[in-house]
């Protein structure tokens, strides 16, 4: 009675995985129990729990049963992270397959198991081979571009418009329509002599200066760079400045309308340059949905380009809708809500109403989009 019991309990223990393997077992019994384990744990959708079951399996020392090669394979090849894990169940797969009747259940099944092991080596190794290329590419670039680092930055310095202080009206002036509450009452500011870049940042420059390119719209060295937050453009000016010797800053709310309207040239249009905005600006209606190189559209009175559209322009003040309150002076709104910072010109993505000279927004200095970048002022 007492052997009959003791194989009951043998025989259950094959057939039920839940329960403990007897380490007392001969290591090919143990394989068996091993074997049912991960079989059903692979059932179970618990791939790890399998791929310790078939690692206890080649611990033993024993060969392994004819199935382990082929669920073996099937794990590595379906859950495998690695393309070492597709080899090994190439590998696994293979010896299996050759050691079965062509008439077995598990032949086709092998069969599309060593094709999608191909597949998944094969465009592992591709994905390689192009960031390879890439990084080569890239690591060319940079040596490039530290070449041309010197005359990027004497190009910037002879791109730097003079803008003479004066006095002018800012807000929602009588040309000026469709006003946001932020843009009123209009009132006199004075402003300090400056000079503004005639263009947005580029990538070429950005990327010389920072050794990478963060834009979407890559491949693109005179398009403004994109996708820079508040914060990014300190880290780039101080990098700059450090390279020129120079004091590069972001224009503040006052001076960057005071430069679309033309200064002292001050001209009375309802976008920066011009009542057409087709003439002066990449907006949502001809952009194409992408950037542009910059200097494509005619400039302003003081020969600035995209102050309309293209990218919307990071500016130094941080964001306050009352209206009037910043500084008379011309100089940054420093209080308030600074974990928000300024906005100016509109970008390819936008509106009309949002590229007029006097249209304000605000983003979280953190932000980032494909239509954000900005320009840079200095002192005479």
């Known amino acids: 009675m007492r052997t009959m019991l003791t194989l009951a309990c043998f025989i259950?223990?094959?057939?039920?995985?839940?329960?403990?393997?007897?380490?007392?077992?001969?290591?090919?019994?143990?394989?068996?129990?091993?074997?049912?384990?991960?079989?059903?744990?692979l059932e179970n959708g618990e791939p790890q729990t399998a791929r310790r079951a078939f690692e206890k399996i080649e611990a033993l020392d024993t060969e392994p049963p004819l199935e382990f090669f082929f669920f073996f394979g099937k794990l590595l090849v379906e859950h495998g992270t690695k393309v070492d894990d597709a080899r090994?169940?190439?590998?696994?797969?293979?010896?299996?397959?050759?050691?079965?009747?062509?008439?077995?259940?598990?032949?086709?099944p092998t069969l599309e198991l060593l094709s999608?092991?191909?597949?998944?080596?094969?465009?592992?190794?591709?994905?390689?081979?192009?960031?390879?290329?890439?990084q080569v590419a890239a690591q060319e670039r940079a040596s490039t571009l530290k070449d041309l680092l010197p005359s990027l930055l004497e190009n910037l310095k002879q791109q730097m418009v003079t803008v003479q202080g004066g006095t002018f009206t800012m807000g929602c002036t009588e040309e000026q329509s469709s006003c946001d509450d932020d843009e009123t009452p209009v009132r006199q500011v004075q402003v300090n002599s400056f000079r503004i870049s005639k263009y947005q940042v580029?990538?070429?420059?950005?990327?010389?200066?920072?050794?990478?390119?963060?834009?979407?719209?890559?491949n693109c060295p005179r398009c403004p760079v994109e996708n820079v937050g508040w914060d990014d453009t300190k880290m780039f000016l101080k990098k700059l400045n450090e390279l020129t010797g120079?004091?590069?800053?972001?224009?503040?709310?006052?001076?960057?309308?005071?430069?679309?309207?033309?200064?002292?040239?001050?001209?009375?249009?309802?976008?920066?340059?011009?009542?057409?905005?087709?003439?002066?600006?990449?907006?949502?209606?001809n952009s194409g949905n992408r950037v542009h190189q910059v200097g494509q559209k005619q400039p302003n009175g003081l020969g600035l380009y995209d102050m309309s559209g293209n990218v919307w322009e990071w500016i130094e003040d941080c964001?306050?809708?009352?209206?009037?309150?910043?500084?008379?002076?011309?100089?940054?709104?420093?209080?308030?809500?600074?974990?928000?910072?300024?906005?100016?010109?509109?970008?390819?993505?936008?509106?009309?109403?949002?590229?007029?000279?006097?249209?304000?927004?605000?983003?979280?200095s953190a932000f980032l989009r494909d239509d954000v970048g900005f320009r840079l002022v200095g002192t005479p």
């Open 202 to 218: 580029t990538q070429d420059l950005w990327e010389a200066v920072m050794g990478r390119n963060p834009s979407r719209f890559r």
């Open 246 to 285: 120079e004091h590069y800053r972001l224009p503040t709310d006052v001076e960057w309308e005071y430069a679309a309207r033309g200064g002292q040239k001050s001209q009375a249009s309802l976008y920066v340059g011009s009542d057409d905005l087709d003439s002066v600006a990449w907006y949502d209606k």
């Open 319 to 364: 964001w306050n809708k009352t209206y009037p309150g910043p500084p008379a002076d011309g100089s940054a709104w420093k209080s308030r809500n600074c974990s928000r910072h300024m906005l100016r010109g509109g970008a390819w993505t936008s509106y009309p109403r949002y590229l007029r000279s006097s249209n304000r927004y605000w983003n979280l």
């Open 12 to 41: 259950l223990s094959l057939c039920y995985c839940g329960t403990a393997v007897s380490q007392d077992l001969p290591d090919d019994i143990l394989a068996d129990q091993y074997l049912l384990e991960a079989k059903k744990a």
């Open 116 to 134: 999608a092991a191909g597949r998944k080596i094969e465009k592992t190794e591709r994905r390689q081979t192009e960031e390879a290329k890439r």
């Open 88 to 108: 090994q169940g190439q590998a696994s797969l293979k010896q299996f397959v050759v050691n079965i009747e062509k008439s077995s259940e598990y032949y086709r």
